[in-house]
């Protein structure tokens, strides 16, 4: 594969998930979503922010990696537009990709028997989307490593407002602008540095939605020995630097070595992973 470059995403890349997310929310029969590895919360805004990284799913083959495949024929990926429970004890984990429609013909890689099973001799693949400045991600084992799995790292940047291009412009108007104008004589008294701004059209005039590119591309095995492994009830901590700074705070750790709390990893150059005496320490759980 050439070079890794991002794509541009517009609006009718993402259409149909925009559509099928929409829907997800109205089936919720409760006011809120809650999350299948957090206690929180979503309303529909929120579980928009959550499902929208699934829009990596298709776009990544169908931009990057199908587009690199010298093939004459037509293929596609097949997306998974079903609604189910996706606990492993209800549905149980269907893979991201369900298979690809070659010159027409689909070709299925999981099926559904009560549960999700992979089709027979068909590779698993899971797509692992990073979003903005997202510097870790965790994974629950899913059972990759008794699975043809495959890995695929993708690095998706929305614009802030990517839901804009799909709000109604005859509704979301002008006439609405001069509306919601503040009288500036009766509640500015002062404002030299211009810090208080008013209301402004909003800016329709650009359906780019932002842009993805591959960060990876490996099997569950390679990943999983790369990967800090957390034992059931241990979660992950990570520090993205240290600085030197002046304190006046006492604690019991300012006269320990930080080296006694972090070893150096075995799997990634330059990097320190905390050790189980930090664990014990602060009784990390």
Known sequence: MKEKKSEKITKDDIIERVFFIAKLVQNQNSTTMSGALTSKSDSMGGIFDRFINTISDSLVFEKIILPNIKTKKEVHVINDYYYYNPNKSVSGIAPDIFGITVDGKQIRFTKFNNKWEAEKGMPQIEIKTFKAKDQMISLRDQGYSKKMKYMIFVDLELRIDYLVPFLDKKILNNSLVERMQMDNTIFIENDKKSKIKKVEPIDYSSNDIGTLKIIAITNAKD????????????????????KV???????????????????????????????????????IR
């Open 245 to 283: 700074r002046k304190t006046n705070v006492k604690s019991g750790l300012l006269h320990d070595k930080l080296s006694e709390y972090a070893n150096k990893s075995i799997r990634v150059k330059k990097l320190y992973e905390f050790n189980d005496k930090w664990r014990k320490k602060f009784k």
């Open 223 to 242: 990943f999983i020995k790369q990967a800090t492994l957390c034992d059931e009830k241990i979660s992950v901590r990570r520090m993205k630097e240290i």
